[in-house]
Nanobody, 125 residues
Framework: QVQLVESGGGLVQAGGSLRLSCAAS????????MGWFRQVPGKEREFVAA????????KYADSVKGRFAISRDNAKNTVYLQMNSLKAEDTAVYYC??????????????????WGQGTQVTVSS
């Protein structure tokens, strides 16, 4: 069983930065691709970023490319999302997910097997 716990969300002004963390328990973390998604009420969960098991490759949604950066530290069982130049439209609950095998840079939520509880990010304009 895998447990994921997000942290680092909060209220920030437009143009500001936040770093989200996702701490994982379970032995599969270091061999699994990971992703970040976000969701606003009434909408489907939206892909934000994904990273391979060793951090060698990553993929981003067009809406965050150049502003957000995903990274991981397998020694700490943690994946991060650095968010810069935040905009009001980035306001959402952010979730980290652990992919189901086979692993890759998957962008749909149904390809992820485990999820955290989410952390709220609110960007004021």
């Amino acid at each position: 069983q895998v447990q994921l716990v997000e942290s680092g969300g909060g209220l920030v002004q437009a143009g500001g930065s936040l770093r989200l963390s996702c701490a994982a328990s379970g032995r599969t973390f270091s061999s699994s691709a990971m992703g970040w998604f976000r969701q606003v009420p009434g909408k489907e969960r939206e892909f934000v970023a994904a990273i391979t098991w060793n951090g060698g490759s990553s993929k981003y949604a067009d809406s965050v490319k150049g502003r957000f950066a995903i990274s991981r530290d397998n020694a700490k069982n943690t994946v991060y999302l650095q968010m810069n130049s935040l905009k009001a439209e980035d306001t959402a609950v952010y979730y980290c997910g652990l992919q189901s095998p086979p692993y890759g840079l998957r962008i749909t939520s149904d390809q992820y097997e485990y999820w955290g509880q989410g952390t709220q990010v609110t960007v004021s304009s």
